[in-house]
T-cell receptor, first 113, second 112 residues
Framework: DGGITQSPKYLFRKEGQNVTLSCEQN?????MYWYRQDPGQGLRLIYY???????QKGDIAEGYSVSREKKESFPLTVTSAQKNPTAFYLC????????????FGDGTRLSIL | KQEVTQIPAALSVPEGENLVLNCSFT??????LQWFRQDPGKGLTSLLL?????REQTSGRLNASLDKSSGRSTLYIAASQPGDSATYLC???????????FGTGTKLQVIP
């Protein structure tokens, strides 16, 4: 079955450390997204990519970086510059064109040690 | 800037009851609206997507309506079941291509 796989499910970061969250999709979707979800808040967009080798900052990109070297993969790095990284991170994808629902992975929960 | 509000933040109902969840948005120039379900510790599952030209969309016991002029959408759940317990989020396109703004969600508990 096609879908989006996020790994790991749980991740712990030490102070000053960079960590990378994986997102892989086999839906042949062009657009991919990273969101952050905090308790009591809606999803906030970190980065998105419409095609390979291209990506744009979302609303809260500071302290994060991404790459899109392959259509199937859109990893997110949480850098040491992100001072409050504890959150639930969700990856999503959509096919090209408007009026298409977003498909989501099961998320990665990141905590500070 | 598009803002999406969902009221109430939490709702508890007895099994079998019909219920309505509300979503309001500030910019009515949208081309669709989506409703999602999120189970604890999980990602979002798309339930319904209503095109701007539609007023309603149905899937099983779920019915979503859209009134662009008033900036409102409702999700109607008929004959609620304990398995419907989850957080329900609505989302509308904002600003750019395929970008969406999410509401904060309504946490639903259906009591057996």
């Amino acid at each position: 079955d096609g879908g989006i796989t996020q790994s790991p499910k749980y991740l712990f970061r030490k102070e000053g450390q960079n960590v990378t969250l994986s997102c892989e999709q086999n839906l042949n979707h062009d657009a991919m997204y990273w969101y952050r979800q905090d308790p009591g808040q809606g999803l906030r967009l970190i980065y998105y990519s419409q095609i390979v080798n291209d990506f744009q900052k979302g609303d809260i990109a500071e302290g994060y970086s991404v790459s899109r070297e392959k259509k199937e993969s859109f990893p997110l790095t949480v850098t040491s510059a992100q001072k409050n990284p504890t959150a639930f991170y969700l990856c999503a994808s959509t096919p090209t064109g408007t009026n298409q629902p977003q498909h989501f992975g099961d998320g990665t929960r990141l905590s500070i040690l | 800037k598009q803002e999406v509000t969902q009221i109430p933040a939490a709702l508890s109902v007895p099994e079998g009851e019909n219920l309505v969840l509300n979503c309001s948005f500030t910019d009515s120039a949208i081309y669709n609206l989506q409703w999602f379900r999120q189970d604890p510790g999980k990602g979002l599952t798309s339930l319904l997507l209503i095109q701007s030209s539609q007023r309603e969309q149905t899937s099983g016991r779920l019915n979503a309506s859209l009134d662009k002029s008033s900036g409102r959408s409702t999700l109607y759940i008929a004959a609620s079941q304990p398995g419907d317990s989850a957080t329900y989020l609505c989302a509308v396109p904002t600003g750019g291509y395929q970008k969406v703004t999410f509401g904060t969600g309504t946490k639903l508990q259906v009591i057996p």
